[in-house]
């Protein structure tokens, strides 16, 4: 990187307005899937990593402002965040409306694969299950607005980018949510411990949407009572449970593997 600016001292309470982002991967990401909503760019000075200088090139030629500052700035603004060198001010990207799912769904023409997650509240689960989805293709993901994570600074980390790929829609009445679904011909899969049926006993191929409870105390009574079956990953090791966002991936790759099948 090169060194000819010098670094500025930074005042982070000059800069409250909006939230930060920190790591190379969230960063990136968003350049370049929402550059419009990055209102600056800090950048470690004399950081040696290479991808710092590409994030500080596509965020000028972007003409997003961009300084350089001390690690210790960094530190304070990240919050104890990984920030790996760059973190960046952030508007929020793109809110998803519940109606916008019902469009999402149609254009996946009888392929929707939808996560819902109802009430997960660490943050790095979230990120987590949001990579996943992410990376499986997923049509969207449901999250409660209410008594849940959201999508912040820590899910966008966690998520390395992920969050900014993927429809993330925050329902209002997630029962409501699902019994939508099921009008648009969603087939609706909870899933459970104390139930027998298998995840790996039904057909994930058409519109289907995976459903998985928080860490504590897993389905709310409501959503299993809104959802069409209750199936279980089979585990016959000692564990009677799984961490969400392990079996988020286990479901959403299920349906990836019966879809790739079948096309096969």
Not at 117 to 141: F, I, K, M, W, Y
Not at 244 to 261: H, M, N, W
Request: aromatic share 4%.
């Amino acid at each position: 990187m090169s060194e000819a600016a010098s670094p500025k001292p930074y005042n982070a309470a000059m800069s409250k307005a909006s939230p930060w982002i920190a790591g190379i991967n969230a960063v990136a990401s968003a350049l370049e899937h929402d550059a419009g909503n990055v209102r600056e760019v800090l950048v470690e000075a004399g950081g040696r990593n290479p991808r710092l200088a590409e994030i500080e090139s596509q965020a000028r030629r972007l003409e997003i402002d961009v300084r350089r500052v001390a690690q210790q700035a960094l530190d304070g603004v990240a919050g104890g965040l990984r920030h790996q060198g760059v973190v960046a001010r952030y508007e929020a990207a793109k809110t998803w409306d519940e109606h916008e799912l019902i469009d999402l769904i149609e254009q996946a023409e009888g392929r929707a694969l939808v996560l819902v997650l109802d009430g997960v509240q660490d943050p790095h689960n979230l990120g987590a299950c949001l990579r996943s989805a992410a990376a499986a293709g997923a049509t969207a993901v449901v999250i409660p607005r209410d008594k849940a994570v959201q999508v912040n600074a820590t899910v966008r980390k966690t998520s390395a980018g992920a969050a900014d790929r993927i429809p993330v829609i925050a329902a209002t009445n997630l029962s409501r949510c699902l019994r939508d679904l099921q009008k648009q011909g969603v087939w609706i899969y909870g899933l459970a411990g104390e139930t027998d049926a298998s995840l790996y006993d039904i057909d994930l191929t058409g519109n289907v949407a995976l459903v998985l409870g928080g860490e504590g105390d897993g389905l709310r009574r409501l959503t299993r009572e809104n959802c069409d079956a209750l199936v279980k990953i089979p585990m016959p090791g000692e564990m009677e449970s799984l961490n969400v966002s392990v079996a988020t991936g286990i479901a959403l790759f299920e349906a990836v593997r019966q879809r790739q099948a079948k096309r096969g």
